[in-house]
């Protein structure tokens, strides 16, 4: 099976291995209701002594409530966590802080009106030794708050003396980081630490998840973007729904792959939302066409027409426009299963240009080179005629309707390998990992679900897709079945 594949999240729970000895922390067929909604669902979920965990998953598939109910936050309606293997309730941040337990919040849980070393060390403050009357120690406090701070990413002039209410978003987020980094003893939280932080502070707080690790802290990094944690993470757990969906150690796995998994998740998610909003739009705009094609019947029989013919051509136009953002909308909820049998791969690229009717781009070259000795190949062919249209459609799109495509079929490592490539602008690097997510597009017109249809086709057939580009030198799209 080719890797990214839809059933792989079954593989790797099945190939992945326990932990040596008692695991910081354990989370044992933990399910957590609110009211008739379950926001997890059976968790199993463990991070070992020295060991990071790249906590994945997108918006609302549980992150936040699985760390939430490790502190006690959220009661449990089942299950055990167990702490250095022992049973634990927590009911609060506090009693998980005692156990060594820290935790960076979205909300960064800061006092606006105290000062940064006054958050810093909020609850916790130093004391002079040997006076016995319990004075503050502010000058040691305020060099260590420094410190660490500074190694953050944290630049004058802001001072330890500085009021939380008059930082930026990004400051006060490295003052809650670098707060929990320092009273960490064995475990440290961040759930979605980065979203107010620059690149350059996002690298600096990777390089303190590592030295966490050296000093013998095991780190939960909560996250939907695998980019930021890949770097430091030992092993990655995506949520689902409330659900473990895979389990995956570094060596087993790279970055596109881990990307690729919170893509068909994501796709899965979206598709409730397309097929309702496709099924609320349709009976309308159907009873919309019908109503102005009555009213140019009607104007036509009465001499009436010129611009109010005009008028109603465009509205009929950009009707029949909004029925095909509404056709993309139903095929991508609801993807027939695929029918497979033995095709020619060479039949089914003609087909599809065939279907593209590729003579009306006049100024479009395409070519065509097929392996020898391909025969056929089991795939639903319906199918795959509409995800290589998508692909030849965004290339002639890419090309600006003027230039070379390039159509090249192959074996590669046993699996029939489909190339479409143009010379276009290219695709930047921000963009590349966001082209298969529903709703994205760089186009002024379109719904941004064509390029995720053909991902969900591919993953029907237990395939993949994979994109080559650099800006201005064309981009490559790669089918693997």
Known sequence: MPAGSADQGVRYLKNISSLEGD??????????????????DGVDFQVGKNEVVGLLGNNG???????????????????????????????????????????????????????????FFIGRELCRGGTGLGFQD???????????????GLRKPITMQTRVSSLSGGERQLVAIGRAFFFARTLLVLDEP????????????????????????????????????????????????GKVYASLKKGTTDLTELE????????????EMAAGVAHQVRNPLGVLKVSVELMRKKLACTDAGGDLDDITKVMLDEIDSLNHVISNFVDFAHQRA??????????????????????SFPDIDVTVEVSEGLGLYPMDANLMKQALCILLMNAIDASCRNGPIEIKASLKGGYLCVEVRDWGAGIAEDQRSKIFMPFFTTKPLGTGLGLSIAHRILEQHNGTINVFSSPGKGATFQLIL
């Open 23 to 40: 695991p910081i922390v354990r989370l044992k067929g933990v399910k957590v209701c609110f009211g008739s909604i379950v926001s997890l």
């Open 61 to 119: 598939a549980g992150k936040s409530t699985l760390i939430k109910t490790i502190l006690g936050l959220h009661p449990r309606t089942s299950g055990e966590v167990l702490v250095e293997g022992r049973r634990v309730n927590f009911t609060s941040p506090r009693e998980a802080r005692a156990a060594g337990i820290e935790t960076v919040f979205q909300d960064l849980s800061l006092a606006e009106d105290l000062s940064v070393v006054q958050n």
């Open 138 to 152: 502010a000058g040691r406090m305020e060099k260590i708050a420094e410190d660490v701070l500074r190694e953050l």
């Open 194 to 241: 980065t979203s107010a932080l620059s690149e350059s502070a996002v690298q600096h707080l990777r390089e303190m998840v590592k030295r966490a690790k050296v000093r013998g802290v095991s780190v939960i990094f909560a996250t939907h973007n695998a980019t930021e944690v890949f770097e430091v993470a030992d092993r990655f757990v995506i949520l689902d729904n």
């Open 260 to 271: 690729k998994l919170l893509i068909s998740r994501k796709l899965s998610a979206v598709k």
């Open 338 to 359: 695929p029918m497979k049998t033995p095709c020619s791969i060479l039949e089914v690229i003609k087909e599809s240009l065939s279907s593209l009717t590729i003579s």
